[in-house]
């Protein structure tokens, strides 16, 4: 199964991360999949929340926020969102694009408690 060995490699970078700054813990874990990084979100998140289980990031939430499919036109060189994996330029109907976004599977951030002003009491 992709989606364990990418929620392992999360779980581990967060974890490595944990470590070498410190951290008490990590409330969530927000990352990027792209439209065309053959990553299942559902699929991911629910490894995620399986191997999280037993490890120092048991309540630490995975977000995932996805990335649709972003194509820049040679001919007219305009960039436009694709959905249903339609690669035509809708401003000019050339079929000539370049996929400029959608390949992503990164880690955008983390959530950590901050050690001056609790979020929960603004
Ligand atoms: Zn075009």
Known sequence: MHELSIA???LDTVLKEKHERGLPRVDQVAVQV??????????LQFCFEAIRID???QTC?????????TVEC???????TVEDFLF????????????????????SYLEV??????????
Do not use: F, M, N, W
């Open 74 to 80: 040679r001919e007219c060189y305009a960039r436009t």
């Open 8 to 10: 392992q490699s999360i």
């Open 55 to 57: 490890t120092e990031l």
């Open 34 to 43: 792209g439209a065309l990084s053959g990553v299942l979100p559902d699929s």
């Open 88 to 107: 035509v330029c809708p401003k000019c109907g050339s079929v000539h694009v370049d996929v400029v976004a959608g390949y992503e599977l990164d880690i």
């Open 61 to 69: 939430e995975l977000t995932i926020e996805t990335v649709p499919i």
């Open 113 to 122: 408690p901050d050690p001056v002003h609790d979020p929960a009491d603004p």
